[in-house]
């Protein structure tokens, strides 16, 4: 059964500091999606991630996949208080299938403080 | 924005009613999900479907029912509603079950009493 752990589930932060979100899948996997949730809204699509060694970069964030270490990161350079939100990583649940199944991991509230 | 609606937006219920939940698509992709949202548990995925009345079952199914009879329209059905479903349910869209990226509803609030 495939569990995606997040860590930290609480971070806060500085402004200005970097920081790494770390996100751990027990089993292959071949996809993985980065999701960002403020408080009280839904979901937006931050990054999707494709194969070993995949990097996306989007302003102050940049997502990795290191599909030997089932491991991904969400690294945040120089954060700004706009950053402060819950951050979430998701797994395809099959291996190269076609179900189209998400598991999630837990999430990670980030709070950026001045 | 993906064209998704959810509605109600809000609900509040007692125990034991019927309860249902729709999502609205304008964008025509074919795999549509129904996730629902607690404290210190994520999403969870509870029906999804990948086609007009193809549908089957998540990580948290039991339940909830669903129907597809239009692309456009994905239906959560609570059959008698339990304080235990309590939750922010999402409906989310995707138009590959590949490259699986998922636009998510502005959610429902459902609360059971």
Redesign the interface.
């Known amino acids: 059964e495939l569990k995606v752990e997040q860590n930290p589930l609480f971070l806060s932060m500085q402004e200005g500091k970097n920081y790494t979100i770390y996100c751990n899948y027990s089993t292959t996997s071949d996809?993985l999606?980065w999701?960002r949730q403020d408080p009280g809204?839904?979901?937006?699509?931050l990054f999707?991630l494709?194969s070993n060694g995949a990097v996306k970069q989007e302003g102050r964030l940049m997502a990795s996949l290191d599909t030997k270490a089932r491991l991904s990161t969400l690294h945040i350079t120089a954060a700004v208080h706009d950053l402060s939100a819950t951050y979430?990583c998701?797994v395809?649940r099959y291996y190269g299938g076609?179900?189209?199944?998400?598991?999630?991991?837990?999430?990670t509230k980030l709070s950026v403080k001045p | 924005d993906a064209g998704i609606t959810q509605s109600p937006r809000h609900k509040v219920t007692e125990t034991g009613t019927p309860v249902t939940l729709r999502c609205h698509q304008t964008e025509n992709h074919r795999?549509m999900y129904w996730?629902r949202q607690d404290p210190?548990?994520?999403?969870?995925?509870i029906h999804?479907s990948?086609g007009v009345k193809d549908t089957?079952k998540?990580?948290v199914s039991d339940g909830y029912s669903v129907s597809r009879s239009k692309t456009e329209d994905f239906l959560l059905t609570l059959e008698s509603a339990t304080s235990s479903q309590t939750s922010v349910y999402?409906c989310?869209i995707?138009d590959?079950?590949?490259?699986?990226?998922?636009?998510?509803?502005?959610?429902t609030r459902l609360t059971v009493l």
């Open positions: 996809r999606y999701y809204k839904s979901l937006e699509s999707v494709l979430f998701a395809d076609s179900q189209g199944n998400l598991i999630f991991g837990k999430g | 795999y996730y210190g548990h994520g999403l969870r995925l999804y990948y089957d998540g990580e999402f989310a995707s590959s079950s590949w490259y699986n990226e998922q636009f998510f509803g502005p959610g």
